[in-house]
């Protein structure tokens, strides 16, 4: 389960950039981890913080842990999520 939640961090890192338009600069990132994950990864959670640091590369971030998770896409019932990593890009 650590090895799915490292994972999971470096794939929403990698899901973030690929929503970001063509010859366009990232100025920087958010970085939102649910506290759970911290308890889930324990002294494996600098893994996690690394993981998105390898896709972000040289690019500034700033993260935080949250409790409670709440987003929600058009037809879902539930908008409460667990143990999640968002991440938020700054366009330049």
Same mark, same amino acid.
């Given at each position: 389960?650590?090895?799915?939640?490292?994972?999971?961090?470096?794939?929403?890192?990698?899901?973030?950039?690929?929503?970001?338009?063509?010859?366009?600069?990232?100025?920087?990132?958010?970085?939102?981890?649910?506290?759970?994950?911290?308890?889930?990864?324990?002294?494996?959670?600098?893994?996690?913080?690394?993981?998105?640091?390898?896709?972000?590369?040289?690019?500034?971030?700033? =993260?935080?842990?949250?409790?409670?998770?709440?987003?929600?896409?058009?037809?879902?019932?539930? =908008?409460?999520?667990?143990?999640?990593?968002?991440?938020?890009?700054?366009?330049?």
């Amino acid at each position: 389960e650590e090895k799915d939640q490292i994972e999971s961090t470096r794939q929403a890192a990698e899901m973030a950039f690929k929503l970001v338009p063509k010859r366009t600069q990232v100025a920087g990132a958010l970085i939102f981890d649910c506290s759970s994950r911290t308890m889930i990864l324990q002294e494996e959670f600098s893994k996690a913080i690394e993981s998105s640091q390898k896709v972000l590369g040289s690019i500034p971030f700033i =993260g935080c842990e949250t409790y409670g998770d709440i987003a929600m896409d058009k037809g879902q019932l539930s =908008g409460f999520h667990n143990a999640t990593t968002v991440i938020m890009l700054f366009l330049s």
